[in-house]
């Protein structure tokens, strides 16, 4: 009998797993096989880079209902959707991010500008504001996730309490787990929910200054920072009841943030057009320096993810970086910051992230609270898991291809306003015409006389304990 051999194939291995499911196919894995495998890959990489700009659309919409400038935006710990904001001509609105509507309108909840707003608890159902009217107010609201019905929400107009004082707010903040919220007026205080006045002042002795910012640490509640008008940046222990370290710097700072994943990282965001990261145990210098903005950089929020953080400023600009010190990769193209704009935004003055990391949301003088994608290609809605597994072999090859000519001159393209962008080329040409006179001036001095300064020691002028 003759001896037949025959292939066997496996039909399971040819035909789809399941109904929808692409035919499988059969490679032969060989490189030699494939002499274009990198020139494809390249082009796939350029097509990538192509389709992330096509599809960087990152405005998502804007809420409205403010009648003046927004002036601060507070979101709760827990909450996805809720975000609350004030503005100048002390309307408070409680806006719930997916339905983009109205959960509570407080038209006139302070005379005057609303300097401040937190939530008293992480489920947001407390939230507290204060103003130049010379009061903090305690407002019973609702989450907007569906916790309360929104009819027992809307009638509440007036505030559970009211904490009157003497001068103007200027800032607000809660502690994280104790019925305790700070201040920033003249000076820092300590206010129990439960008390009509302060329990304690907390100032360094040789200061006269109006704190403009305060905030507590995210990780060790009795430490709280603030900045003001007299440019410094003052580290305070409500233990102790008193403030612990100071540092002055050339510029005044406008907004702090500590950061989720670092204890001891505080963001500054300066007047001198630049963003600082301190570490609180070594005040002598900054962490990092970041430069882009070309006006004052008025607000700055860490992303929960403590790698990312957002900045909005004078230049009517909203930009996202990458935080260095978190290890996080370069953000923008080439390396630089993201820049989001508009041709109807005015000056920005709040920005921060949404509780997933997702969404930014930036408040500006044209009375608008605008929502943004944190990241300006991402698809909204559901993607599948197909969807997902192309857009990070696109991310990959981007930064796989990066170095090439061509894919790089496609990321490093961006569009910035015409009045950004000259202010940019005229800040440049300043800054080089300094350091070349700088230089020049130590050419001809007596050897050793003038050393260059690192640009990191110039910032503080001195720095007190």
Not at 399 to 409: A, F, H, I, M
Request: proline residues 5%; contains cysteine.
């Amino acid at each position: 009998m003759v001896k037949i051999s025959a292939l066997q194939h496996d039909p399971a291995l040819h035909v789809p797993l399941r109904p929808g499911d692409p035919t499988p196919i059969q490679r032969n894995l060989n490189p030699s096989m494939h002499p274009f495998a990198k020139a494809r890959e390249r082009t796939r990489a350029l097509n990538a880079a192509k389709l992330d700009k096509i599809f960087s659309k990152p405005f998502v919409d804007s809420l409205e209902g403010h009648i003046d400038a927004v002036e601060v935006l507070a979101k709760p710990l827990e909450s996805l959707t809720t975000v609350a904001s004030g503005s100048w001509d002390g309307g408070l609105i409680l806006h719930n991010l997916h339905t983009r509507s109205e959960i509570l309108k407080l038209p006139q909840a302070h005379k005057g500008k609303i300097s401040g707003l937190c939530f008293a608890d992480s489920k947001g159902s407390r939230l507290l504001s204060c103003g130049v009217d010379k009061h903090v107010r305690l407002w019973k609201v609702g989450t907007g996730d569906g916790e309360e019905e929104l009819d027992s929400i809307t009638t509440s107009q007036e505030p559970i309490r009211v904490f009157p004082w003497k001068t103007s707010f200027n800032s607000i903040d809660h502690h994280r787990s104790d019925p305790l919220f700070a201040t920033a007026s003249s000076t820092v205080q300590i206010w129990d929910e439960t008390k009509s006045a302060p329990i304690s002042n907390l100032t360094f002795p040789t200061s006269n200054e109006t704190v403009s910012s305060v905030r507590f640490n995210l990780a060790e509640p009795s430490v709280l920072a603030s900045v003001g008008s007299d440019r410094t940046f003052t580290l305070y222990d409500i233990r102790t009841g008193k403030a612990e370290r100071r540092v002055v710097m050339q510029f005044r700072s406008n907004a702090l943030s500590w950061s989720p994943t670092l204890p001891t990282m505080a963001l500054l965001a300066s007047e001198d057009h630049n963003l600082y990261t301190f570490d609180v145990r070594h005040l002598g210098s900054p962490v990092q320096i970041y430069k882009g903005h070309v006006a004052a950089v008025m607000s700055c929020d860490w992303a929960p993810t403590g790698v990312e953080f957002v900045s909005g400023g004078w230049d009517r600009t909203v930009r996202i970086w990458s935080s260095r010190e978190a290890g996080g990769k370069e953000k923008g193209p080439g390396g630089r910051e993201v820049v989001y704009h508009t041709k109807r935004m005015q000056r920005v003055t709040s920005t921060i992230y949404s509780s997933d990391a997702r969404y930014i949301l930036s408040g500006s003088d044209d009375g608008n609270v605008r929502i943004w994608k944190a990241k300006a290609s991402d698809k909204l809605g559901v993607i599948t898991g197909r969807e997902r597994a192309a857009m990070e072999y696109r991310e990959s090859l981007t930064k796989r291809w990066s170095v090439d000519k061509e894919v790089g001159r496609v990321m490093r393209t961006r569009h910035l306003p015409k009045a950004v962008y000259k202010a940019s080329q005229l800040k440049t040409t300043m800054l080089d015409a300094r350091r070349v006179k700088e230089e020049r001036r130590r050419k001809h001095t007596r050897a050793g006389e003038s050393k260059p300064v690192a640009e990191k020691k110039k910032v503080i002028v001195t720095e007190q304990s």
